[in-house]
């Protein structure tokens, strides 16, 4: 049961490109969204997140936009930098009364190309 | 700034043999996680604590596995008897108890069960 699905599981941009990896999400109680960025044998980081009644978070090189109507959020990096290359995953949480348990998709490979 | 600190970084251990997972979340959050990453797949979700006790667990988390805060200031996983799926990395989290707040995610412990 797939409620978080991240579909494209690799992206490589060139440095200074913007960088945009999706998400979709199938559980219309969700109530909060957020982007973890996470580095090969470390924990994920939070990065971005987003409440379910805005539909857009900027923070420096990162946006966060959110489509509640087809339940589809994304994550734009712009310029990208070779130090974000990194598996991002998106993270749901609320689900209708649940205890801030996230709910994770299975995540995207960035790779950005000096 | 603060953080959530696992120990050990690795484990290794005999399949039927009990481990014990440790975490020591960042001190003024209350709500405190389990989720594991499974070589290749996506982080899932195993457990919630909030106010000494488990306030929402997955399927995952069966009879083999409980947590404990067994002081101030560390929060464990158990592991009854491992099985060799049991092997993947397991992370703790630790929030705010504030809807919509992000979880901050230790380092991992890297459990190898042969």
């Known amino acids: 049961d797939q409620q978080v699905k991240q579909n494209s599981p690799s992206l490589s941009v060139q440095e200074g490109r913007i960088s945009i990896l999706n998400c979709d999400y199938t559980n219309s109680m969700f109530d909060y969204f957020l982007w973890y960025k996470k580095y090969p044998a470390e924990g994920p980081t939070f990065l971005i997140s987003i409440s379910s009644i805005k539909d857009k978070n900027e923070d420096g090189r990162f946006t966060v936009f959110l489509n509640k109507s087809a339940k589809h959020l994304s994550l734009h990096i712009v310029p990208s930098q070779p130090g974000d290359s990194a598996v991002y995953f998106c993270?749901?949480?609320?689900?209708?009364?649940?205890?801030?348990?996230?709910?994770f998709g299975k995540g995207t490979l960035l790779t950005v190309n000096p | 700034e603060p953080e959530v600190t696992q120990t050990p970084s690795h484990q290794v251990t005999q399949m039927g043999q009990e481990v014990i997972l440790r975490c020591v979340p960042i001190?003024?959050?209350?709500?405190f996680y389990w989720y594991r990453q499974i070589l290749g797949q996506k982080v899932e979700f195993l457990v919630s604590?909030?106010?000494?006790?488990?306030?929402?667990k997955s399927e995952i988390f069966d009879d083999q596995f409980s947590v404990e805060r067994p002081d101030g200031s560390n929060f464990t996983l158990k592991i009854r008897s491992t099985k060799l799926e049991d092997s993947a990395m397991y992370f703790c989290?630790?929030?705010?108890?504030?809807?919509?707040?992000?979880?901050?995610f230790g380092q991992g412990t890297r459990l190898t069960v042969v």
């Open positions: 001190s003024n959050h209350l709500y």
């Open positions: 604590f909030y106010n000494n006790e488990i306030s929402e």
């Open positions: 989290a630790s929030s705010e108890p504030l809807q919509g707040s992000s979880a901050f």
């Open positions: 993270a749901a949480g609320g689900g209708g009364g649940s205890n801030y348990k996230l709910t």
